[in-house]
């Protein structure tokens, strides 16, 4: 067959060539050892956790090589793709600081000399390098319908074939005639291009996956669809081009793509393009309530399968950043201890080192991580962030958390900045609870006391504060009044002395202290109760302190 006229016939449209593609996109003269990968999303959802994941590795393979990190938007399906999908990607890695050096910025928008960085948009680049290879007789077009290929995986099927697929004896369309090509053409029947495998089901490929190690498989013997009836390319083909001409030297990909590695190094090689390398990572996976057993986390069952979810709960970046990494590398925590006040993302991360098996994602442990980052932040970085959140979700809050920048500041300020911050606080959502009784709008009185304390005992407690409080104390001297409260009351200044002889007291001073906590916040537990007296201030305490006396004394 003639395939140069063949080609003509296909793609009369198209008059570049591979070498026209190689000038546009030439190699990008970056220091040896230097990556370039890729996230490659389709815009058919919400940003997954497994995805954010993904990116991020991605991105610390690039910056700890000197390299180059992009984002590519697969939107070559249609079909599924949803609106605004884009925008749910971008906004999805913007919110949590992962930042590519080039590719897509948003809806319409990209940055980079590789582009366009969405694959709808490349559709001429796909067809030159078809035609090229229609040129060379490694693709030829099939007609073959729906029902045809249906019926032929029926037979497949009924005859016990081990593979299945379109090749060998089953591909009909692979010895079709130039004429009877232009016939069918001519006659209006639509047509795909497929690859011509020269695959043998007998020989095996050997590849080296950075995570894996060498992993070995069957040569590609199927004659995979290149571009559909419309001209689009499909994923395989497309993202070949993409990672050539992009000039992509680490593919990072999720373990289910494993599979298509044969087929993806037979369609480099057709190409006359050197394959990558290839990392294939765990997948992102929780332990089942219900079975106790991993599974991979569902976007039907499991809210924290995407990435809004926690934006929407309000955990910093920094906390899911922080957390993605302890399940990206075993080595990061002990990085972490040695360079406590280092930015997360100038972690040396080493692909080689990246477990190959599923990681557990512990929303318990992302609190435990959340907490110690929210810890080491001051006031203002804390009063900030809970004011942008409360903005986008809890208007309520955010006006009377904003109404007073001063009081709240101080407020976040309790315990914070001090060599050993409390760590009360996992996520922005949990703030209106947890401040609550320092806003009157949101205060609601609880006087419900330990089983040690009577009610008697709470009366005579805070009937005594309330005649000793002196808002011109400092700390020594307010807690000093406490413990002089101690002895006429029953109780002891002395913890060690209440533990050797329990029978001798009601209790100690730090239940005297437990009943004012109550009478002032409606807490048991609170951050630093002098700094809250302090805060709340003169006329708010003693009408406290009022409130749960009437109380007590019913």
């Known amino acids: ?3 140069k006229k063949l080609a003509e016939l296909l793609f009369p449209t198209i008059t570049k060539t591979p070498a026209d593609l190689e000038e546009i996109y030439p190699e990008r003269g970056l220091a040896e050892g230097a990556r370039v990968t890729r996230f490659a999303p389709s815009p058919t959802g919400y940003l997954h956790i497994g995805g954010l994941f993904g990116a991020l590795v991605d991105v610390l393979t690039a910056k700890v090589s000197g390299g180059v990190s992009y984002l590519r938007i697969e939107d070559t399906d249609k079909k599924r793709e949803i609106d605004d999908g884009v925008s749910a990607i971008t906004n999805g890695l913007g919110a949590f600081g992962v930042e590519f050096d080039e590719g ?58 081990l593979i299945r697929g379109y090749f060998g004896k089953w591909a009909k369309c692979r010895s079709l005639t130039y004429e009877e090509i232009e016939a069918k053409i001519k006659g209006g029947e639509s047509w ?28 590609n013997i199927i004659d995979e669809v290149l571009l559909k009836s419309d001209g689009i390319p499909t994923y395989h083909f497309a993202h070949v081009c993409d990672d050539h001409l992009m000039r992509t030297t680490h593919v990072i990909r999720g373990e289910e793509w494993i599979s298509s590695v044969p087929k993806h190094i037979a369609l480099f090689r057709a190409c006359g393009y050197k394959a990558p390398k290839f990392a294939h990572t765990p997948q992102v996976m929780k332990i089942d309530e219900e079975t106790g057993d991993k599974r991979k986390l ?7 399968a995407a990435v809004s979810y926690f934006v929407e709960e309000g955990f910093p970046k920094e906390s899911l950043i922080e957390y993605l990494l302890t399940l990206i590398s075993s080595g990061f925590e002990d990085w972490r201890r040695a360079n406590p006040s280092v930015p997360a993302m100038e972690y040396p991360f ?8 599923g990681c557990l994602f512990d929303l318990v442990k992302l609190n435990d991580v959340s907490k110690n980052v929210i810890s080491v932040m001051n006031a203002k970085q804390v009063y900030e962030a809970i004011s942008e959140w409360a903005k986008s979700y809890d208007e309520e809050f955010y006006k009377i958390f904003t109404a007073d920048p001063a009081f709240s500041t101080e407020a976040v300020n309790i315990d914070r900045e001090n060599p ?9 959502s949990e703030v209106k609870d947890y401040f609550s009784y320092l806003y009157e709008e949101l205060y609601t009185p609880d006087y419900s006391l330990p ?15 309330a005649k000793v409080v002196s808002f011109e104390d400092d700390k020594d001297q307010w807690f000093a009044r406490i413990k002089d409260m101690c002895e006429p009351l029953g109780f002891t200044p002395n913890v060690k002395e209440y533990k050797k002889t329990p029978d001798l007291f009601k209790g100690h001073v730090g239940d005297i202290s437990t009943v004012i906590r109550i009478a002032i916040t409606s807490r048991r537990n609170t951050p630093d109760l002098y700094s809250i007296i302090r805060l709340l201030g003169e006329d708010t305490i003693k009408a406290r302190l009022a409130d749960a006396l009437n109380f007590y004394s019913k």
């Open 1 to 3: 067959m003639d395939n």
């Open 298 to 304: 569902s976007k039907r069952k499991d809210p924290e």
């Open 104 to 161: 897509v910025t948003g809806f319409n928008a990209e940055k980079g000399a590789y582009g366009p960085y969405m694959q709808s948009k490349r559709v001429e680049i796909y067809q030159t390098v078809a035609k090229s290879l229609v040129e060379q007789g490694l693709a030829y077009p099939c007609f073959c319908t729906a029902d045809e290929l249906t019926a032929l995986r029926e037979t497949q099927e009924a005859e016990g074939a």
């Open 350 to 357: 080493n692909l080689k080192k990246m477990a190959s098996s």
């Open 451 to 465: 089983e040690n304390i009577s009610k008697e005992d709470a009366e005579a407690i805070v009937a005594e504060y």
């Open 420 to 428: 050993k911050p409390r760590k009360d606080i996992a996520k922005w």
């Open 192 to 219: 795909v291009l497929r690859f011509r495998s020269d695959g043998d089901e007998n020989r095996r490929i050997t590849f080296e996956d950075m995570i894996r190690g060498k992993i070995e498989m069957p040569e």
